[in-house]
C-alpha cells in the first residue's frame, strides 16, 4: 500500500475527529491511530515476506523445498494480505460473540 495513501487515511481522520474534540483527546487519537496503522502494515508486510519469500529479516523460514508465493511479494498481494488479515479478525470477532452468547 502507497505509503501517500496511508498518509491520506490518518490524516483525514484525525482532521475529523479533532474538528470534534479537544486538543489532549485528539492528540491521544493521533498517537493510537498511527500506532495502530503502523502495526497494521507491519504485520501485512510480515505476512507477505513469509509467505511471498520465505524468509523474515532475511532469514529463511522454511526449508529448501519451500514454493514461495511470489504473488504476494508484488503490489497487488498487499491487497490479498489485507482481506486475508480482515477475514481472519471478522471470523475471531464472530467466534467470541457465539461464545458469550
Request: overall charge positive.
Amino acid at each position: 500500500i502507497p505509503p501517500i495513501v496511508v498518509n491520506c487515511v490518518i490524516l483525514g481522520r484525525a482532521e475529523a475527529f479533532a474538528a470534534r474534540n479537544p486538543v489532549h483527546l485528539a492528540a491521544a487519537d493521533g498517537l493510537g491511530i498511527g500506532l495502530g496503522f503502523t502495526l497494521s502494515l507491519a504485520l501485512i508486510g510480515a505476512i507477505r515476506e513469509v509467505l511471498g519469500q520465505g524468509t523474515f529479516l532475511g532469514h529463511g523460514v522454511f526449508g529448501p523445498g519451500f514454493e514461495p508465493f511470489a504473488f504476494l511479494a508484488q503490489a497487488p498481494g498487499a491487497f490479498v494480505a489485507l482481506g486475508v488479515l480482515l477475514f481472519v479478525m471478522n471470523a475471531y470477532d464472530r467466534f467470541r460473540s457465539r461464545m458469550r452468547a
